[in-house]
């Protein structure tokens, strides 16, 4: 078989940091390269030695040299995102490995860059800038509603819009809404928390609760939206396959005049009754070639959690395949 010899490959360090931004403060990473580009890795002073088959040598090199780009950057490189690296160098995308969270798409309150870690997520946010109204469809972890809130706090700093409005379904998953305390403002407040946490990290509590006194920042369940028009706005509608048929068409036809929406969502977690069609499932079906409308699904591999969160998301998927399970991935757009 062609290039099926074995060689030895040598690769420089530059520095201790770099040595330890790729492999570990105690070379815990070694082990995972090994087993995951299939060759044998021995550090030296100063370089690293490549062996085994010729060519997962060169691609485990080429890979390596791409990651070494990346934290010579000034970023962290964890096992997600060496993973991650080497599934798109076996794809034959080793050169787009440089890509990973080169960007900056916004800064945090307390400073921190928050930048794609995956090229599904820099879809995602080329997506929301070329379109007024951009689906993102996929698993827990993706980034799917944390990035859309960042693009939205750019888009108010930047004076594009007027007002950001978040809103998502209170439906229950497993619990009933009507056992909790409070008045309806305090029973659907855990339906919407993790859009204020997103918001509170990037905005800041002090300047989150003075745009809320202002107007500029609404957070409401989805029921809040009927009978408005929504103008000079960035709305996020989040947990969207919760939605029923007629509150995605209720929801999509609030955008007014220079207002741009985000819809996100993952139709494997419906907690609609058993029998009800999800209105984010209906939508891409629907939508789909649709000027102005971007449709982006994300998938485990964009997960940017701990690695046992992609792995969870993976096996699920599977499972979901062999079972043909009734909430099964939507048709494609």
């Known amino acids: 078989m062609e290039n099926s010899q074995v060689i030895t490959e040598h690769m420089p360090i530059e520095s201790a940091e770099e040595f330890i931004g790729l492999f570990g403060l105690r070379e815990e990473n070694i082990a995972l390269f090994r087993a995951e580009l299939g060759v044998d890795i021995q550090a030296g002073s100063g370089e690293i030695a490549l062996s085994g088959d010729a060519d997962k040598v060169e691609l485990a090199k080429l890979t390596l040299e ?12 964890d096992r997600t995102r060496i993973r991650y690296a080497i599934g798109l160098a076996e794809e034959g995308n080793a050169d787009r490995i440089g890509e990973i969270m080169r960007d ?14 995956t090229l599904g997520q820099r879809t995602y946010v080329d997506a929301i800038k070329q379109n007024t109204c951009t689906f993102a469809v996929g698993p827990a972890g993706t980034g799917k509603t944390y990035l859309a809130i960042a693009m939205a706090v750019v888009a108010m700093k930047n004076k594009e819009i007027e007002r950001i409005i978040l809103t998502r379904p209170a439906v229950e998953a497993g619990e009933k809404l009507g056992f909790l305390p409070g008045d309806l403002a305090q029973k659907v407040d855990p339906y919407l928390r993790p859009l ?3 918001l509170h990290e990037m905005l800041g509590l002090d300047a989150y609760q003075r745009l809320v006194e202002r107007g500029a920042i609404e957070v409401a369940p989805l029921a809040y939206m009927r009978g408005r028009t929504l103008n000079d706005a960035f709305i996020i509608l989040d947990e969207a396959q919760n939605t029923t048929s007629e509150q995605m068409k209720m929801f999509l036809t609030r955008m007014g005049m220079g207002s741009k929406m985000v819809i996100t969502g993952d139709v494997t977690q419906i907690d609609l009754p058993i029998g009800k069609k999800s209105g984010l499932v209906e939508a891409l079906e629907v939508l789909k070639g649709v000027e102005d409308i971007g449709i982006v699904r994300l998938t485990h591999r964009d997960v940017v959690r701990h690695e046992l969160v992609q792995a969870i998301v993976k096996a699920y998927e599977k499972y979901a395949l062999r079972n043909n399970d009734r909430r099964g991935p939507a048709p494609r757009p």
């Open 196 to 198: 204020y946490d997103a």
């Open 104 to 117: 900056v798409i916004a800064i945090t309150s307390r400073g921190r860059q928050v930048k794609c870690k």
């Open 66 to 77: 791409k990651m070494s780009e990346i934290i010579r950057r000034g970023e962290t490189v």
